[in-house]
C-alpha cells in the first residue's frame, strides 16, 4: 500500500523564469493550501537557489536541478553539492532525460554524482526513463532498469532516495502517460527494489512521476498504488501546481 510513503511533489522550474516572474510564483507557493502529509520541493535554476531559498517559506524545500561529483576543484561551470547546501537547498534532481539526452551525462557519471550528493548530505531525485524507440521496440523495462542499477550500485542509504519514472515520450509534450502505463512501470520498479536491494526499500522508497502532469490528470495518476507523487515541469510554473499538490486531497 501507498499510505506508508509521504506523496512526494517536485516542481523542476528547469532553464525558465527571472526574479519579477519566480517572485511572484514563490508568493502564490507561500499562501498556498499545502497539505501537512505532502512533502514539496521546488528546484529552480542554480542561479536562483539563493534567491528562492530566501523567500520560500520553510516548509518548501529547494532543490538543485544538477551538481557535479567532487566537491570543488577546476570544473568551470559545475556547482557542487556542498555549495547547494550552503545556499540552503536540501535536494538535487539527477539523471534528468534533458541531462542524459541533450548534455549527454551517462549512467556512470549520473551514478557518481548520486554517490557524492549523498555522502555530501543532500537528498536525490533520481531520474529515469525511456524514449519513445525504446518504448515502441518494448524494452522499457530492460532500459529503465539498467538505468535504475547505475543509480542503486551508489546508494547506500535509501531513506534520502527519490525515484522519478519520466518517460522521455511524455516530457513536455502534452503526451501524459496513462495512469496505468504509469502504474505498471512502478509496480516494476518496486519489483526491481524488491529483488535488487530488499523489501524494506522496495516499501518505503517513493517512486514518482513526470511527464506532461497537469492539474487535470493529477488525481488519477494519484490514486495508482505506486505513484507516490509527481515531478511536474510546465505545470509547476503556473498556480495549477498546487492543485497537483493537492491531488491527494
Ligand atoms: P513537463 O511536466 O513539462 O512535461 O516536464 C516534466 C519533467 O521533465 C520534470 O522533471
Known sequence: MASCRKFFVGGNWKMNGRKNCLGELICILNSAKLPADVEVVCAPPSA??????????????????NCYKAPNGAFTGEISP????DLGATWVILGHSERRHIFGESDELIGQKVAHALT?????????????????????????????NAIAANVKDWSKVVLAYEPVWAIGTGKVATPQQAQEIHEKLRG??????????????????????????????????????FLVGGAS???????IINAKQ
Open 48 to 65: 536562483y537557489i539563493d534567491f528562492t531559498r530566501q523567500n520560500l517559506i520553510p516548509k518548501i524545500a529547494v532543490a538543485a536541478q
Open 237 to 243: 510554473l503556473k498556480p495549477e501546481f498546487v492543485d
Open 120 to 148: 555530501e548530505g543532500l537528498g536525490v531525485i533520481a531520474c529515469i526513463g525511456e524514449k519513445l524507440d525504446e518504448r515502441e521496440a518494448g524494452i522499457t523495462e530492460e532500459v529503465v532498469f539498467k538505468q535504475t
Open 82 to 85: 556542498g555549495m547547494i547546501i
Open 192 to 229: 526491481w527494489l524488491q529483488c535488487n536491494v530488499c523489501e524494506m526499500v522496495a516499501k518505503s522508497t517513493r517512486i514518482i512521476y513526470g511527464g506532461s502532469v497537469t492539474g487535470a490528470t493529477c488525481r488519477e495518476l494519484a490514486s495508482q498504488p505506486d505513484v507516490d507523487g
